[in-house]
């Protein structure tokens, strides 16, 4: 069955640095594309980056831009998330999740989350 | 980018209602408009895919239909463990979420 767990959160300093990873079992990981989005404590869901299935392409929403970069090791089934210049505001759930393009992109499958709490 | 607009943001409704939410774009987004439901302390689930396109093994009185910019879920009699959160998701351009809708209990 497919699984996604996600890893590597925890508590950082602003201005501090983290990687998330996301480690996926149960599907030909190489053939989908992926997404991270976050929700904060108590607030809704917001999009914060994808990846296409070879890397080709990638998208991030812009108060991330220049900070996050997320990569793929297809050969290894594992999706990351590199967070950098971290802020208070990205404090959140980050999931992990797999986008399904059948009449147009969907998110079909997430993780249970990782989170990443920003404080001094 | 494009905006997302879901109304109401709560609603109160009783076992056995037909509850209806909506969500507006700010520009076209064609059927690129998905819906999900997260339950308390659980992750998103997948309802309605391609603006009326039911996920697999979402229960029927789950509907979604709209084009363009306007949309709307529908669910047609409301049981106990419909009572969520949903929330509409563009994908046309990059990936806008809608602020929530939450259904509670009246």
């Known amino acids: 069955h497919v699984q996604l767990v996600e890893s590597g959160g925890g508590l950082v300093k602003p201005g501090g640095s983290l990687r998330l990873s996301c480690a996926a079992s149960g599907f030909s990981f190489s053939d989908y594309y992926m997404t991270w989005i976050r929700q904060a404590p108590g607030k809704g869901l917001e999009y914060v980056a994808y990846i296409s299935s070879s890397s080709t392409y990638t998208d991030y929403t812009d108060s991330v831009k220049g900070r996050f970069t997320t990569f793929r090791d297809n050969a290894e089934k594992s999706l990351f998330l590199e967070m950098n210049s971290l802020r208070a505001e990205d404090t959140a759930v980050y999931y992990c999740?797999?986008?399904?393009?059948?009449?147009?992109?969907?998110?079909?499958?997430w993780g249970q989350g990782t989170l990443v709490t920003v404080s001094s | 980018d494009i905006q997302m607009t879901q109304s109401p943001s709560s609603l109160s409704a009783s076992v056995g209602d037909r509850v209806i939410i909506t969500c507006r774009a700010s520009?076209?987004?064609?059927?690129?408009l998905n819906w999900y439901q997260q339950r308390p302390g659980k992750v998103p689930r997948l309802l309605i895919y391609?603006?009326?396109s039911l996920q697999s093994g979402v229960p029927s009185r789950f509907s979604g239909s709209g084009s363009g910019t306007d949309f709307t879920l529908t669910i047609s009699s409301l049981q106990p463990e419909d009572f969520a959160t949903y929330y509409c998701q563009q994908t046309y351009r990059s990936i806008t979420f809608g602020q929530g809708t939450r259904l509670e209990i009246k």
């Open positions: 999740a797999r986008m399904l393009h059948l009449s147009s992109w969907s998110v079909d499958f």
């Open positions: 520009q076209t987004i064609t059927s690129s």
């Open positions: 391609a603006a009326s």
